[in-house]
Nanobody
Framework: QVQLVESGGASVWAGGSLRVSCAAN???????MGWFRQAPGKDRDFVAS????????LYADSVKGRFTISRDNAKNTVYLQMDSLKPEDTAVYYC??????????????????WGRGTQVTVSS
């Protein structure tokens, strides 16, 4: 059974930084990984994706230059470093493991397994 567990969500002030993590079991970590977010009353949106090796990354325009996705395959963990946070970044952040043939993808349908999410709140 694939399990993904997010952590690190918190309440921060605008302009601040936060790093969220996603720990995965070994089987799920053999795939590309992604981060998505969902604000209250809105659809789940793509944030960032990283290939199995970490050599390829993809970002939503709204976070490009502010967020950085990375992974440590030895620790089965993927990270999302968030800098220059804005109130509009407030959401539940979910990590996801992609289907085996995916390199990186912004499409939620490309991901097979999902964590339960971690809340990030940015106050102005």
């Amino acid at each position: 059974q694939v399990q993904l567990v997010e952590s690190g969500g918190a309440s921060v002030w605008a302009g601040g930084s936060l790093r969220v993590s996603c720990a995965a079991n070994a089987r799920s970590f053999s795939y590309a990984m992604g981060w998505f977010r969902q604000a209250p009353g809105k659809d789940r949106d793509f944030v960032a994706s990283i290939s199995r090796s970490g050599g390829s990354t993809l970002y939503a325009d709204s976070v490009k230059g502010r967020f950085t996705i990375s992974r440590d395959n030895a620790k089965n963990t993927v990270y999302l470093q968030m800098d220059s946070l804005k109130p509009e970044d407030t959401a539940v952040y979910y990590c996801a493991a992609a289907r085996p043939w995916i390199l990186t993808s912004p499409q939620a349908s490309s991901y097979e397994y999902w964590g339960r999410g971690t809340q990030v709140t940015v106050s102005s």
